[in-house]
């Protein structure tokens, strides 16, 4: 099983609003990772983690904060987005950070009005 | 940092008909290969990789070549089927024992379209 679940499947948000994005997996994978994907583009790293402790920030605006509460569970908690900031936000794992194979959830598509 | 070149951007076949996509990456380093396929409105999918030690990899209809020399792989899809429709995208990842890096470099991907 190679499954990576994320939610909600579609999350619709003011400006001003906070809202969280919910990823999980039950592989034993040690790393997780947060993507964010435009249309017509390849997913862009935003950010890893790498047993439970962020391991790489790819410059990514305070306004999106990561949290790795534990090994299976991973959350982006969302503040203050702009317009630009609609996208589908993925969320893939792996065995080991650096080695292994990446599996991806079926993403989050955000929209902020 | 790696750079990931992808091509044709847009392919189209006719069912039954074989597609070839292909890449290549500039750092001599980058060891392993995946091969993903997203289809409208979901994430995308593993469908094969390969590490720099072998040079060829099948699994039923799909292959992925790879030529360390001149920094290029590509994917061979043959006996193309309407359901392969899909953006398929190649990645390129520089892999080291203990590191803490996770890094893929994707490539801009292909649209393909397989006509029934």
């Known amino acids: 099983d190679t499954e990576v679940t994320q939610t909600p499947k579609h999350l619709v948000m003011g400006m001003t609003n906070k809202k969280s994005l919910k990823c999980e997996q039950h592989m034993g994978h040690r790393a997780m990772y947060w993507y964010k994907q435009k249309a017509k583009k390849p997913p862009e790293l935003m950010f890893v983690y790498s047993y439970e402790k962020l391991s790489i920030n790819e410059s990514v605006p305070s306004r999106f904060s990561p949290e790795c509460p534990n090994s299976s569970l991973l959350n982006l908690h969302l503040h203050a987005l702009q317009p630009e900031d609609s996208a589908l936000y993925l969320c893939a794992s792996s065995l080991r950070a650096g080695t292994d194979t990446q599996y991806f959830g079926p993403g989050t598509r955000l929209t902020v009005l | 940092g790696e750079n990931v070149e992808q091509h044709p951007s847009t392919l189209s076949v006719q069912e039954g008909d074989s597609a070839v996509i292909k890449c290549t990456y500039s750092d001599s380093a980058s060891n392993y290969f995946p091969w993903y396929k997203q289809e409208l409105g979901k994430g995308p999918q593993l469908i094969i990789d390969?590490?720099?030690?072998?040079g060829e990899k099948k699994d039923q209809r799909i292959a992925v070549t790879l030529n360390k020399t001149a920094k290029h792989f590509s994917l061979h899809i043959t006996e193309t089927q309407p359901e392969d429709s899909a953006v398929y995208f190649c990645a390129a990842s520089i892999t080291h024992r203990g590191s803490t890096l996770g890094r893929l470099y994707f490539g801009r991907g292909t649209q393909l379209t397989v006509w029934p």
């Open positions: 390969i590490r720099s030690n072998v």
